[in-house]
């Protein structure tokens, strides 16, 4: 039945599209799942669009471009520059703006950040998961609001409590691997260290996916390398960070390195098997006590 639902639907995107209803076409494709269909349709919605702002667009960019030229010459603007300037050598920001701040200065520089964490305490438990909660907040953003062309869930099916599962559980089981790793494998960082600089690392992530959110509403399937450039350059750049973190914090060297993510992801999936046993088990264990106690009652 659903198929008929979407062939029927698929029909009527080709309907609008032939009748260049594109927007109507877009809504049809979508619910049929057609992705060559809605693709062709936002290629034509896409076009129309630039037709009619294409020419503002261009003069708006001109206009930023001789500003940016010519913004030395305008009256003011040095003691404008000067004045701010000295306002931000003289302003004292309270500890908890730095720590927020911080991450960015690990993104620039991440040896030198995860070392600042690991000598100076410079990053905090919670400003960590401040992080983690952003982190979340973009992740969320990005699955709900990316275009169907590049995302294949509908946001009415998406479960919320499978995704905090799907991003609280994983992050939480690498901390705690890590830690327990090196603490037998002569590791020097400490758990609370370890959870900081773990959540320091997803900030490649956090920036990449509200620029793939935006993107994904100006390509097309035919651009779809574009998307998953910048996809794989956020992945890499948040696996290098994983990396550094945990050499700088353990003090490890780069082959030792290598042997312990492989045997924290080892021990991250062995503690997940085991939680996932001892839940059933207890399930089991809950329904035989339920059925002894639905037997006596029966029998009295």
């Given at each position: 039945m659903n198929r008929?639902f979407?062939?029927?639907n698929?029909?009527?995107?080709?309907?609008?599209?032939?009748l260049?209803?594109?927007?109507?076409a877009l809504t049809?494709?979508?619910?049929?799942?057609?992705t060559?269909?809605?693709?062709?349709?936002?290629?034509?919605?896409?076009?129309?669009?630039?037709l009619a702002?294409?020419?503002?667009?261009?003069i708006?960019l001109?206009?930023?471009?001789?500003?940016?030229?010519?913004r030395?010459?305008?009256?003011?603007?040095?003691?404008?520059?000067?004045?701010?300037?000295?306002l931000k050598?003289?302003?004292?920001l309270?500890?908890?703006?730095?720590?927020?701040?911080?991450?960015f200065q690990?993104f620039a520089?991440?040896?030198?950040?995860?070392d600042?964490?690991?000598?100076h305490?410079?990053?905090?438990?919670?400003s960590?998961?401040l992080?983690i909660?952003?982190?979340?907040v973009?992740?969320?953003i990005?699955?709900y609001?990316?275009?169907?062309?590049?995302?294949?869930?509908i946001s009415s099916?998406?479960?919320?409590i499978?995704q905090v599962?799907g991003?609280?559980v994983p992050?939480g089981l690498?901390?705690?691997s890590n830690y327990?790793?090196?603490?037998?494998?002569?590791?020097?960082g400490?758990l609370?260290?370890?959870?900081?600089?773990?959540?320091?690392t997803?900030l490649?992530?956090m920036i990449?996916f509200?620029i793939l959110?935006l993107?994904?509403?100006?390509l097309?399937?035919?651009?779809s390398?574009?998307y998953e450039?910048?996809?794989?350059?956020g992945?890499?750049f948040t696996?290098?960070?994983?990396?550094?973190m945990?050499?700088?914090?353990?003090?490890?060297?780069?082959?030792?390195t290598?042997?312990?993510?492989?045997?924290?992801i080892?021990?991250?999936?062995?503690?997940l098997a085991?939680?996932?046993?001892?839940?059933?088990?207890?399930g089991e264990?809950?329904q035989?006590?339920?059925d002894?106690i639905?037997e006596?009652?029966s029998?009295v």
């Amino acid at each position: 039945m659903n198929r008929l639902f979407d062939l029927a639907n698929q029909g009527l995107g080709d309907a609008y599209f032939a009748l260049q209803d594109y927007e109507s076409a877009l809504t049809y494709y979508r619910l049929a799942r057609d992705t060559r269909g809605y693709s062709n349709a936002y290629w034509e919605v896409r076009n129309q669009f630039l037709l009619a702002n294409g020419n503002g667009f261009v003069i708006f960019l001109i206009i930023l471009a001789v500003f940016y030229a010519i913004r030395k010459l305008i009256p003011g603007y040095a003691w404008v520059q000067t004045r701010i300037s000295t306002l931000k050598q003289k302003t004292t920001l309270p500890s908890w703006i730095k720590e927020l701040q911080f991450p960015f200065q690990v993104f620039a520089k991440p040896v030198d950040g995860y070392d600042d964490i690991k000598r100076h305490q410079t990053f905090s438990n919670r400003s960590a998961f401040l992080y983690i909660l952003a982190f979340f907040v973009t992740y969320l953003i990005w699955i709900y609001e990316t275009n169907f062309l590049f995302n294949g869930l509908i946001s009415s099916e998406i479960n919320i409590i499978e995704q905090v599962i799907g991003v609280f559980v994983p992050f939480g089981l690498w901390v705690v691997s890590n830690y327990l790793v090196c603490s037998i494998r002569d590791g020097d960082g400490k758990l609370s260290e370890v959870f900081q600089a773990s959540a320091l690392t997803l900030l490649p992530m956090m920036i990449t996916f509200p620029i793939l959110t935006l993107i994904s509403h100006a390509l097309t399937a035919n651009e779809s390398f574009i998307y998953e450039l910048i996809y794989g350059i956020g992945v890499s750049f948040t696996v290098i960070y994983m990396f550094i973190m945990v050499k700088e914090i353990h003090f490890y060297d780069i082959k030792p390195t290598f042997k312990n993510i492989l045997i924290t992801i080892f021990t991250a999936v062995m503690l997940l098997a085991l939680t996932l046993i001892i839940i059933f088990l207890l399930g089991e264990v809950y329904q035989l006590i339920a059925d002894i106690i639905q037997e006596v009652n029966s029998r009295v």
